[in-house]
T-cell receptor
């Protein structure tokens, strides 16, 4: 069964603590993305990666960090520098590199809801 | 920054009616995509329209693209209660993989 898996589904963080959200895909996709969604809002791009060992900041990267050591995995760390981390986090992937024209859809995980306690 | 703005923000219709949502964007694009999100879930891809296409159909969905006006519309015909969800447009521009989403339209279909 191919797909993209996020874990955990719910995560609670204490003030000043770093937490890492997991995102794994077995679709053999080159590109992966992290988005943040606040209640009733659209998706804002945090980081994205077009290929292994490479990633770029999105529109709201401050207070977040990522790594892309394997094609299948793109973990997101929410650091203590992120002052308002409570949100719904969505990971996505798409087949990009080598296709020339970027006319491909994105596949999403089911999200991780992060709450600061 | 949000590339797309959907209009209306919320839409309530009765089952069997058609629902039309609009998306406006700011910069030139390679393609525009529409996604659906059920409450508290991930997004599901509905349809993709390339910048050189003007209209596309998929089942009860019809998407139009007007690059001169930098706008797109999504029409859902003969809506069903199961169509209740939020709908987002997303755009790709230039050579980057970056996929930028709009603010979304919340559709409520009542029996």
């Amino acid at each position: 069964d191919g797909g993209i898996t996020q874990s955990p589904k719910y995560l609670f963080r204490k003030e000043g603590q770093n937490v890492t959200l997991s995102c794994e895909q077995n679709l053999n996709h080159d590109a992966m993305y992290w988005y943040r969604q606040d209640p009733g809002q659209g998706l804002r791009l945090i980081y994205y990666s077009q290929i292994v060992n490479d990633f770029q900041k999105g529109d709201i990267a401050e207070g977040y960090s990522v790594s892309r050591e394997k094609k299948e995995s793109f973990p997101l760390t929410v650091t203590s520098a992120q002052k308002n981390p409570t949100a719904f986090y969505l990971c996505a992937s798409s087949a990009e590199f080598g296709l020339g024209v970027l006319n491909t859809e994105a596949f999403f995980g089911q999200g991780t809801r992060l709450t600061v306690v | 920054s949000q590339q797309g703005e959907e209009d209306p923000q919320a839409l309530s219709i009765q089952e069997g009616e058609n629902a039309t949502m609009n998306c406006s964007y700011k910069t030139s694009i390679n393609n525009l995509q529409w996604y659906r999100q059920n409450s508290g879930r991930g997004l599901v891809h509905l349809i993709l329209i390339r910048s050189n296409e003007r209209e596309k159909h998929s089942g009860r969905l019809r998407v139009t693209l007007d690059t001169s006006k930098k706008s797109s519309s999504l029409l859902i015909t003969a809506s069903r209660a199961a169509d209740t969800a939020s709908y987002f447009c997303a755009t790709r521009a230039g050579t980057a993989s970056k996929l930028t989403f709009g603010t979304g339209t919340r559709l409520q279909v009542t029996l």
